[in-house]
T-cell receptor, first 116, second 114 residues
Framework: NAGVMQNPRHLVRRRGQEARLRCSPMKGHSHVYWYRQLPEEGLKFMVYLQKENIIDESGMPKERFSAEFPKEGPSILRIQQVVRGDSAAYFC??????????????FGPGTRLTVL | AQTVTQSQPEMSVQEAETVTLSCTYDTSESNYYLFWYKQPPSRQMILVIRQEAYKQQNATENRFSVNFQKAAKSFSLKISDSQLGDTAMYFCAFFYNQGGKLIFGQGTELSVKP
């Protein structure tokens, strides 16, 4: 059973460009979470999605950031007009259900975004 | 609001010895879950162990065990017989059902020395 897949693993963008990060959850998982890890810090929650729905986006910056999880295909985290402060590792996690009683969030390898 | 605090930025231990990593949290929730994740130099986040708050028995996974003190809101990780492969960043995390998200501490960087 393949784990959570993220691509690209490394992404370099110049200031003002767009960054698109992709996440394919584990087979059978319909819940996706995005986290951001700034240098020397822990992971911070950004957004929680189910298929075609955003459940919780309380951690998303109000501007330039958006996320989607379409009925078909991977979840996409989009950052428009990137700035140097967006440089970070972006992790995706997935779970089969929301309830942690019988489930766990499994993490992908992350995408390291560098903004020049 | 829920918070997770790891007060030890760095720790080191000799190979084969035992080390304990500390974690405290703050919440008004009664039903929640606690986790320890390991992040080696590869940056992959790996689940080490989990604890359900309603269970009084401390969780164990091979060489890894926790000391869960619910009243004190403390959740420490003990690594026995430390191995070089245990060298990594360790994150404590909190989850509650209505939250949907993991809340992480700042991390403890553990170095296992030969």
């Amino acid at each position: 059973n393949a784990g959570v897949m993220q691509n690209p693993r490394h992404l370099v963008r110049r200031r003002g460009q767009e960054a698109r990060l992709r996440c394919s959850p584990m087979k059978g998982h319909s819940h996706v979470y995005w986290y951001r890890q700034l240098p020397e810090e822990g992971l911070k929650f950004m957004v929680y999605l189910q298929k075609e729905n955003i459940i919780d986006e309380s951690g998303m910056p109000k501007e330039r950031f958006s996320a989607e999880f379409p009925k078909e295909g991977p979840s996409i985290l989009r950052i428009q007009q990137v700035v140097r402060g967006d440089s970070a590792a972006y992790f995706c996690a997935s779970s089969a259900t929301q309830l942690a009683a019988t489930d766990t969030q499994y993490f992908g390898p992350g995408t390291r975004l560098t903004v020049l | 609001a829920q918070t997770v605090t790891q007060s030890q930025p760095e720790m080191s231990v000799q190979e084969a010895e035992t080390v304990t990593l500390s974690c405290t949290y703050d919440t008004s929730e009664s039903n929640y879950y606690l986790f320890w994740y390991k992040q080696p130099p590869s940056r992959q986040m790996i689940l080490v162990i989990r604890q359900e708050a309603y269970k009084q028995q401390n969780a164990t996974e091979n060489r890894f065990s926790v000391n869960f003190q619910k009243a004190a809101k403390s959740f420490s990780l003990k690594i026995s017989d430390s191995q070089l492969g245990d060298t990594a960043m360790y994150f404590c995390a909190f989850f509650y059902n209505q939250g949907g998200k993991l809340i992480f501490g700042q991390g403890t960087e553990l170095s296992v020395k030969p």
